[in-house]
């Protein structure tokens, strides 16, 4: 599969079949969105398929940055009207490569971004503290559903223009599950909000319109930065490019080492989707090398079984295609 998907990628990238990037409709794919990808097959290519190759990556990474600049405001990547921060939407786009778009009236979903900034919202009946005024992040109710760990929280420094959390009456670390309130320990984020970037209102308060950014260019930087730091490409290329998303955040520069940039591509990414393959790339999702509140169900963390480094197959995909056979220990 993955030698059909690189193969694909380069077809597409050769070809006429797709727009050159930044030059597609708003929300559809275009060869910029197809390079993310190819430079994340290559970036996984020695846990995917036993090969390094984090030259490659950082070639594709090169043209990434050289198209898709890092955009000013990292708060406006996130609000209501994001969509100025894409390449393909309008000619002040910068820096997000593909979207899967939202919108409050005509594009409505209770996933995606919806889910995000409903569920990071917390309200404890008869307990203020422990209340947000959801208008924080422009929605008319919240779901009270999702916490960060202090594990995570703890990795950022207090000037960080990323660390975007709500306090609240809650311990920063998770020391239980649930508290007496019912509630869940650990801060929550408001990274993602449904307010538009010069604080105005966005159109409906009931859904978001806030689209999920799927690629945006600070990753290919840090993946550049990651490459060099394996020996795939140039040290102090790549330095800049680590120090370039750290200044971005208001943050002062790091030296480029491995345990440096999981960090930092957790401080830049989290929410993005990323955190669980770069975590299993650095192998430590499953060992015992980096643990977090209730990893394995302890409530100080432990190791769990390396077959977690892969999902199990469903049943249905098995049963339709017999080529395929069941993930270790499923």
């Given amino acids: 599969l993955w030698d059909w998907m690189v193969a694909e990628c380069k ?7 797709l727009p050159e990037a930044g030059k597609t409709e708003y929300g559809r794919i275009d060869k910029g969105a197809v390079q993310m990808i190819l430079a994340k097959l290559y970036l996984n290519a020695e846990v995917w398929a036993g090969k390094a190759m984090y030259k490659e990556c950082s070639e594709v990474c090169e043209q990434i940055i050289a198209t898709y600049p890092l955009h000013q405001v990292y708060s406006d990547l996130f609000c209501a ?3 100025l921060c894409t390449k393909n939407a309008t000619k002040n786009g910068d820096e997000i490569i593909f979207v899967a778009p939202q919108d409050g009236i005509q594009l409505c979903s209770y996933g995606s971004t919806n889910f995000i900034v409903f569920a990071s919202t917390w309200s404890v009946a008869g307990k203020p503290d422990k209340t947000m005024d959801v208008a924080q992040v422009g929605i008319s109710s919240g ?3 999702l916490s960060l760990t202090g594990t995570f929280t703890s990795k950022f420094e207090e000037n960080d223009a990323r660390a975007m959390f709500w306090k609240g009456g809650f311990n920063q670390f998770i020391g239980e599950l649930r508290d007496a309130d ?3 320990d650990g801060w929550k984020s408001m990274k993602f909000s449904n307010i538009n970037h010069d604080g105005s209102s966005a159109q409906a308060q009931g859904f978001v319109d806030t689209d999920f950014p799927v690629f945006r260019s600070a990753d290919a930087y840090l993946m550049y930065a990651e490459c060099a730091a394996r020996g795939g490409a140039d040290k102090g290329k790549g330095e800049r490019y680590l120090n370039a998303v750290r200044t971005r955040a208001g943050v002062g520069n790091l030296d480029l080492t491995l345990d440096n940039i999981i960090d930092e ?3 830049e990414l989290y929410l993005e989707g990323f955190r669980r393959q770069d975590l299993v790339r650095f192998g430590l999702f499953t060992s015992d090398a980096y643990l977090w509140e209730f990893k394995g169900g302890d409530p100080a963390g432990k190791r769990v079984d390396d077959r977690f480094n892969l999902f199990c197959i469903p049943s249905d995909d098995l049963n339709a295609n017999r080529n395929l056979t069941q993930n270790p220990g499923y």
């Fill in 182 to 184: 019912g509630a869940s």
């Fill in 265 to 267: 591509r957790g401080r």
């Fill in 11 to 17: 077809a597409l990238l050769e070809g006429n079949d």
């Fill in 81 to 83: 009207d994001n969509d």
């Fill in 143 to 145: 779901w009270s559903g």
